[in-house]
């Protein structure tokens, strides 16, 4: 078996020939990728729901907007928490992930994190990827990989993330962000 390289902390972004509307200009957070297969969550997906309807305790404490976001096509009935938390150390409740970026356990009583929280999104499901799916859209240039900052877990502007991560890059795929949304219309 090839061993594979990680690329957690990192972010897909869907090119615009991914053909899935479940990805359709999606910007995919890495949480966990090995060889057992790859989580991440949507990070431009914000629904109506606001977060104290469904997570009371953590209302207010999610940066604007405060809804909950889609966070992939599976699991929906669940609810992930993603945090950056500035420093070496971080709160009992959070995981690191990569960097600042770190998982939040939603059980934690939300006091315990509060003071240390530099931003927090709550994601309802999670995109996943089986042992070596991930692997082969990348070989069939399904998404960009490109380093992930910790402004990009809670961008003010969700809708705007596709652009603003291509934008960016020192590279061709800064010019990918002047995509049009129908290049039928051209």
């Known amino acids: 078996m090839t061993e594979v390289s990680s690329l957690t902390g990192r972010l897909l972004v869907a090119t615009p020939a991914l053909t899935d509307p479940n990805f359709d200009r999606a910007v995919v957070l890495l949480l966990d990728h090995d060889e057992e297969g790859s989580l991440g969550v949507i990070l431009n997906r914000p629904t109506p729901v606001e977060v104290g309807d469904i997570l009371e305790p953590w209302a207010g404490l999610s940066g604007a907007p405060d809804v909950v976001f889609q966070g992939g096509p599976v699991s929906l009935d669940s609810a992930l928490g993603v945090?950056?938390?500035?420093?070496?150390?971080g709160p009992l409740g959070w995981r690191r992930v990569h960097g600042a970026i770190g998982l939040v356990d939603l059980e934690t009583p939300p006091q315990l994190l509060a003071a240390a929280l530099g931003s927090l999104r709550i994601f309802a499901g999670y995109a996943g990827w089986g042992p070596?799916?991930?692997?082969?859209?990348?070989?069939?240039?399904?998404?960009y990989v490109v380093d992930s900052e910790p402004g990009d877990v809670a961008s003010p502007q969700p809708?705007?993330?596709?652009?603003?991560?291509?934008r960016r890059?020192?590279?061709?795929?800064?010019?990918?962000?002047?995509?049009?949304?129908?290049?039928?219309?051209?």
């Open 169 to 186: 890059q020192r590279s061709e795929l800064a010019m990918i962000a002047t995509y049009p949304d129908d290049p039928s219309l051209n």
């Open 83 to 89: 945090a950056v938390i500035p420093g070496d150390e």
């Open 159 to 166: 809708e705007k993330l596709w652009r603003a991560v291509l």
């Open 132 to 143: 070596g799916q991930l692997e082969a859209e990348l070989d069939d240039g399904a998404w």
